[in-house]
């Protein structure tokens, strides 16, 4: 080879093994932040699985990523699709928590008996009531998934028996939808529309629950860790923080119209 004679370029690492290698190389970041409770391995290939189904993933900045994968961890979710979504808009990923991932940190407070949601269809029967004895609901669901929803509500019922009800009619949600500014094609309103229909009702509910210091006392119990979010570093990461109930149900209860990842804050 003359001195003229260039040697060929090594081809250049697919994006996605690239996101795959740095996710590795924070393994133990990964694994402080998620608890004893998840496999971190799990949660990358999660993340990884993503990345793959939706190749807009793989071009979002990493910093942006980094930080939608400590969000997750704060919340303790799997971004697989169910519990939790990471979602490309523009160059950037942002983080959502899913309404099974809502459901699931519901239950990890340790004080419902029973958390649901579900929309009510045209057609179907519903009744909604408020009597001496307090507030009722009942509703038998169709095999139609056709028809328009007409409603969405939540309803969690307390370790103490307690219960708190939230209904919302479609022109209600219709209102936070718009809020969201949920125009493209791959937002989650989009994407998701009866998902986000039924987490936008738990939204709801959580603001009409009493604060986790009113349910357990003023030694409210620790819950899931919270990493603090960082830029990327190949660093230790700084020591989690604990949060009360209270922080949780206050998070689970943040603004409703911040749904579409232009919308969504940094952090928290």
Partial sequence: MTDTQLAPAAP??????????????????LAAALGP???????????????????ELQACDWSSMW???LRATRDGLLPDGNEAAIVP?????????????????????????????NVVRQGEEFSHFVDEAGEHLRHVPSDDFATPVVRVYALAVMSNGGS???VLPIDEIEKIKKMSRATRDDSPWRQWPEEMMKKTALRRLSKLL????????????????????????????????SRSVTDVLDQIAGPEQAENPADAPASG
Avoid at 12 to 28: F, G, M, N, S, T
Avoid at 89 to 116: D, E, H, N
Avoid at 223 to 238: E, F, G, H, N, R
């Fill in 89 to 117: 808009f523009k160059s950037k990923a942002s983080y959502i928590p899913m309404f099974r991932g809502l459901l699931k940190r519901f239950y990890q407070t340790g004080l419902f008996r029973s958390v649901t949601a």
């Fill in 164 to 166: 708190f009800l939230a």
């Fill in 37 to 55: 409770g998840t496999d971190p391995a799990r949660f990358i290939r999660a993340v990884i699985t993503s990345a793959t189904i939706n190749p």
């Fill in 67 to 69: 930080n939608a994968c």
């Fill in 210 to 241: 009493p604060s986790g210091r009113d349910i357990v006392g003023e030694e409210a119990p620790d819950l899931d860790p919270v990493p603090t979010p960082i830029a990327p570093s190949s660093s230790p990461s700084a020591p989690a923080q």
């Fill in 12 to 29: 250049a690492k697919p994006q996605i093994v690239i996101l795959r290698e740095r996710l590795i190389a924070r393994h133990d970041e």
